[in-house]
């Protein structure tokens, strides 16, 4: 997949012509970048402003001019018409506009590296795009070779380009007896650094992280049919990796249920999770809770027994309290003085929960118990880091009639983020991803006074390129007096600063910078995650809190890790790097 700079575009100004270009010169090979400014003409210099792609490879650097909606010559004149059926005349067509673009573009380059550089002497190449007609117009200022319309497939982009250097390069030698040179990956990089400033978009990471999440928000079909199965079966359990939309997805079931007029409990294994949907919920749709109980499933336990007027069990052994003692108690409560039922439960985290004794408390929480209940279990294995017994629970599971659903679309994190992931954890990634992104960087400390020097400077770089603090969760294996950042507040006269481990959502700091524990914070996300302390890349434990840290990102992530585990690090990438190719992921 090619480097789309920016990674997204502007939708309000952008023509669905414009739209497929951008879709299929993403999937042109790894080595290409492509700059665009789709729907941001406010941003370009006039050198660019009639150009609407420039890609950039080994082969040189080819403009692309793209002509959205219907496209004709009548009596000399250029007719374009939108997709709202407006007409605009110009004298001036396409291949002239491109090939203008073209020529500017060479000589603005020749103006700045010199006229015997190698960025200057490569080829140079243009084409046209009309993707939303057959274009099969003639007349002399036509170049039939550089044409793509609605006959070519997204799949057919990259001969596609490839003819157009080849037309431009043959029409070149013809004409002034010479062959234009290549360009390596360096020259690349320079010619990059150069022209993404003069391209005219110099985006703050703000607005960046913005228009992602805002592609990021949208429902995926894939979400919308779960949703629909879900909705017309009484009983689900639907797998998912992280950023999948479990979660989204069992709230949205919920809500359907409550404005059916029916009792619904949700319930998830985290607290703080439970905590943000619950203040989410009241800021949005306060109604959902007239008819829709939830709560963290240990503190919901302990509620339900309280109102039931059962005294709860002694806290003797914290762990068999909670795996067994207070369940039990519960189970037997329920069935000694008896309770009103939910019409549905539906459990978050289900990971977490899935054991014998916490499945008998659900029997006895939905009307018709689980065999015959409504119920919505959404679960993701490789984020399982409290529960010994799941694949023990999952197989309780099958002595009841389900329906079984799957998600295969991430929707929180960009692709680099979840490839990145995958490589340095060993779990499988997503089939698919909803959005490209900026790069994952990955950074090497010595000790822990190395590792606080690079994250300030991580920190004041991102503030000063325009993010918000508030956007920026740290996130760590150990509590804060355990970790890197403990003694003096490292962001003092920076920005706002909170450890938000144990606060809940109502004083949590909108404007502030963050910093949770791994644990704490699963189930939760952050337009940008910087994950610190990182002590290990092989062992099941610290790969999965690695996994759901890196989860947590939507926008952009940085990790930083100890040095000595380097080869520890590039070991786990070998050996995830198989996904790449059995994936496509490419």
């Not at 650094?193 to 992280?209: A, E, K, M, Q, T």
């Not at 079966?233 to 919920?254: D, M």
């Not at 009241?282 to 027994?305: K, P």
């Amino acid at each position: 997949m090619s480097r789309m700079i920016p990674p997204f575009y502007d939708e309000r100004n952008t023509s669905d012509g414009e739209i497929k270009l951008f879709n299929a010169l993403r999937k042109l090979p790894d080595e290409f970048v492509v700059l665009h400014s789709l729907g941001m003409a406010n941003h370009r210099s006039k050198v660019f402003s009639e150009i609407d792609f420039v890609i950039i490879c080994k082969e040189g650097i080819l403009c692309l001019e793209v002509k959205g909606g219907n496209v004709f010559r009548r009596e000399g004149a250029w007719h374009f018409v939108d997709r709202y059926g407006n007409e605009n005349v110009k004298t001036k067509g396409p291949f002239d506009q491109v090939v203008g673009g073209m020529y500017s573009l060479r000589d603005h380059l020749k103006k700045h590296f010199g006229y015997s550089h190698t960025i200057t002497n490569a080829m140079h190449a243009c084409g046209v795009a009309f993707p939303d007609i057959p274009f099969a117009q003639k007349g002399p200022d036509i170049i039939p070779e550089i044409v793509y319309d609605m006959r070519n497939k997204e799949s057919q982009i990259h001969d596609y380009v490839k003819t157009v250097f080849g037309y431009w390069r043959s029409k070149t030698i013809e004409k002034h007896g010479f062959e234009p040179g290549k360009i390596d990956l360096r020259q690349i990089d320079v010619l990059l650094n150069y022209l993404r400033g003069d391209f005219g978009y110099v985006s703050s990471l703000n607005h960046i992280i913005e228009q992602t999440e805002k592609n990021l928000l949208k429902l995926t079909e894939e979400q919308i049919d779960r949703l629909s199965m879900a909705s017309e079966n009484p009983r689900i359990l639907l797998q998912g990796g992280a950023g999948t939309g479990k979660t989204l997805l069992a709230l949205e079931h919920a809500k359907r249920a409550v404005a059916c007029g029916k009792r619904v409990m949700y319930i998830c294994f985290n607290k703080k999770l439970h905590q943000h949907l619950r203040y989410r919920i009241e800021q949005t749709d306060s109604w959902v809770l007239q008819g829709m109980h939830s709560g963290h499933f240990h503190g919901v336990l302990s509620d339900m027994l309280l109102e039931m007027q059962v005294q709860l069990p002694d806290k003797t052994d914290e762990s068999i309290y909670f795996e067994k003692d207070l369940p039990e108690a519960f189970c037997d409560a329920a069935a000694t003085y008896g309770f009103e039922r939910y019409d549905l439960v539906v459990v978050d985290e289900g990971q977490d929960l899935l054991r014998y004794e916490y499945l008998m408390c659900f029997d006895q929480m939905v009307k018709g118990g689980l065999k015959e209940g409504e119920w919505h279990i959404a679960y993701d294995p490789f984020q399982n880091i409290y529960n010994p017994e799941l694949q023990n629970g999952l197989d309780l599971l099958k002595d009841f009639a389900y329906i079984k659903l799957k998600l295969d679309t991430n929707c929180r994190n960009t692709r680099p983020i979840g490839i990145q992931n995958m490589l340095m954890t060993g779990v499988p990634p997503a089939k698919t991803f909803k959005v490209d992104g900026l790069g994952v960087e990955v950074e090497a400390y010595e000790d822990s006074t190395d590792q606080r020097i690079k994250l300030l400077k991580r920190v004041r770089n991102l503030l000063g390129q325009g993010a918000k603090p508030g956007s920026i969760q740290i996130l760590s294996s150990r509590r804060f007096e355990n970790s890197c950042m403990k003694g003096e507040n490292l962001f003092k006269g920076i920005c706002k600063f909170q450890d938000v481990t144990n606060l809940i959502p109502k004083i949590v700091l909108e404007d502030a910078l963050k910093f949770c524990t791994i644990h704490s914070f699963k189930g939760l996300e952050a337009a940008i995650i910087i994950l610190i302390d990182v002590e290990g890349f092989e062992d099941t434990d610290t790969r999965l809190l690695n996994y759901i840290a890196m989860s947590r990102a939507k926008s952009l992530l940085y990790v930083f890790y100890n040095k000595f585990l380097e080869d520890e690090r590039n070991k786990m990438i070998a050996q995830s790097s198989r996904y790449i190719t059995e994936m496509n992921l490419g």
